[in-house]
């Protein structure tokens, strides 16, 4: 069966300092892979998604950047954050046939 | 530009009762609606979803109506249960894209005892 694990689960970071958040998904093969975020009053939000290694799709402009080293693998990555990055990040893959997303357990990030 | 929309960020329902989550959509190109429930600190589950070619989905307590003409569905819960007090998420795609599903903001329903 697949599984898809994202962490670390809770993260408080300072303004300005880097981000790293991991995601990796087992059980399937070549999913499209996706970073959402959850901000108060906000509902979700898609960030990024990947259909193949080294193919990124940006949804927001930001500071935030994202990358897919290996076929399971999709890290979401921030050179400084910023305070209104704060948020609940999920990770999700789907088989791109459906359109079923299964999610990870999420990171909470606080920036002070 | 939000393309689905949940009109109502919250809903309380006596335990028992029927539960009335509502989502309006403006994208006619969307051909499949999923349901997800999430939890605090936890990511969203799929909960029920249709079809365009369907009107109605029945899944145990859960069942979403789908109203093309309106762009308009619903999930009913009946009976509710204090179980099922959560945010819900409305999302909505193009069956093929394979992209990404577009959430509406959710509504957090409680069921009371």
């Known amino acids: 069966s697949q599984t898809i694990h994202q962490w670390p689960a809770t993260l408080v970071q300072p303004v300005g300092s880097p981000l790293s958040l991991e995601c990796t998904v087992e059980g399937t093969s070549n999913p499209n892979l996706y970073w959402y975020r959850q901000a108060a009053g906000r509902g979700l939000q898609l960030l990024f998604y990947?259909?193949?290694?080294?193919?990124i799709s940006s949804e927001v402009p930001q500071n935030l950047s994202a990358s897919r080293p290996q076929d399971r693998q999709f890290i979401l990555s921030s050179k400084k954050l910023l305070l209104s990055d704060s948020g609940f990040y999920l990770c999700?893959?789907?088989?791109?046939?459906?359109?079923?997303?299964?999610f990870g357990e999420g990171s909470r990030l606080t920036v002070l | 530009d939000q393309q689905v929309k949940q009109n109502s960020p919250s809903l309380s329902v006596q335990e028992g009762r029927i539960s009335i989550l509502n989502c309006d959509y403006t994208?006619?190109?969307?051909?499949?609606f999923l349901w997800y429930k999430k939890y605090p600190a936890e990511g969203p589950t799929f909960l029920i979803s249709i079809s365009s070619i369907k009107d109605k989905n029945e899944d145990g307590r859960f069942t979403v109506f789908l109203n093309k003409s309106a762009k308009h569905l619903s999930l009913h819960i009946v009976p509710s249960q204090p179980g099922d007090s959560a945010v819900y998420f409305c999302a909505a795609s193009e069956l093929g894209s394979g992209y990404a599903l577009n959430f509406g903001k959710g509504t957090s329903l409680l069921v009371t005892p």
């Open positions: 990947s259909v193949g290694i080294g193919q």
């Open positions: 999700a893959w789907s088989s791109g046939g459906t359109g079923e997303l299964f």
């Open positions: 994208n006619s190109m969307f051909d499949y």
